[in-house]
């Protein structure tokens, strides 16, 4: 099964991605990548913290996946598989993590 993209919302996406592009360097990229796997699993794993710190991080993981999109961009072949390596935390990952702390 081929996923099969409207043109115009192609481009959108690709006007998206390239206004952050603009204000992600080439460097900060890999450095997004971590925070933002790092970002993911403070905010979503089962670590107790307090409920104004969770609102900051949040904040802070809802900046690097819009700076994901420009990343994206810049590294076209290394962004997907960091994608995917994010969904793999997201859904194995930190499920399996809290299993352990709360059986």
Do not use: T
């Not at 997004?32 to 710190?53: D, M, R, T």
């Not at 609102?55 to 996946?65: D, G, N, P």
């Amino acid at each position: 099964m081929v996923l099969v993209v409207e043109p115009a919302i192609s481009r959108r996406i690709e006007a998206f991605a390239g206004f952050f592009a603009r204000f992600v360097p080439l460097g900060l990229a890999p450095l997004n990548w971590v925070f933002a796997v790092a970002l993911i699993a403070a905010c979503e794993g089962p670590v107790v913290k307090p409920k104004y710190l969770s609102i900051v991080f949040h904040i802070l993981l809802a900046a690097s996946i819009l700076f994901f999109l420009g990343s994206w961009r810049i590294h076209p072949s290394a962004s997907p598989v960091i994608g995917f390596l994010m969904f793999v935390e997201l859904s194995w990952v930190i499920p399996l993590w809290e299993a352990r702390i709360n059986p």
